[in-house]
């Protein structure tokens, strides 16, 4: 079993940064996939930035690529997303959560295993 806990969620202002993390414990998250979603209330969840296991292979959407930046700490089993430039449509609910499934370039909800419970991010205009 994995468990997952994200922190760093907040109301910020358009243009702010904000720097999510995400725990992870039990099962060795350093051989697994992590990624970031987000959703929307009444929208389906949506993939945000993934991460190789070793760390030197990372993806994004293009909503945010080039403003958001995702890296990983295997020491800790932690992972985290640099949102920079921040702006009202990035307003969601962000969850961390981990592929058991090869080794890069999963996007799909279903491609994820274990999912943490979301921190909520508000950028207001």
């Known amino acids: 079993q994995v468990q997952l806990v994200e922190s760093g969620g907040g109301l910020v202002q358009a243009g702010a940064s904000l720097r999510l993390s995400c725990a992870a414990s039990?099962?060795?998250?350093?051989?697994?996939?992590l990624g970031w979603f987000r959703q929307e209330p009444g929208k389906e969840r949506e993939f945000v930035a993934g991460?190789?296991?070793?760390?030197?292979?990372?993806w994004y959407s293009e909503s945010v690529k080039g403003r958001f930046t995702i890296s990983r700490d295997n020491a800790r089993n932690a992972v985290y997303l640099q949102m920079n430039s921040l702006e009202p449509a990035d307003t969601a609910v962000y969850y961390c959560?981990?592929?058991?499934?090869?080794?890069?370039?999963?996007?799909?909800?279903?491609?994820?295993?274990?999912w943490g419970q979301g921190t909520q991010v508000t950028v207001s205009s």
């Open positions: 959560a981990l592929s058991s499934r090869g080794s890069a370039w999963k996007r799909r909800v279903s491609d994820y295993d274990y």
């Open positions: 039990g099962r060795a998250a350093s051989s697994n996939i």
């Open positions: 991460i190789s296991p070793g760390g030197s292979t990372t």
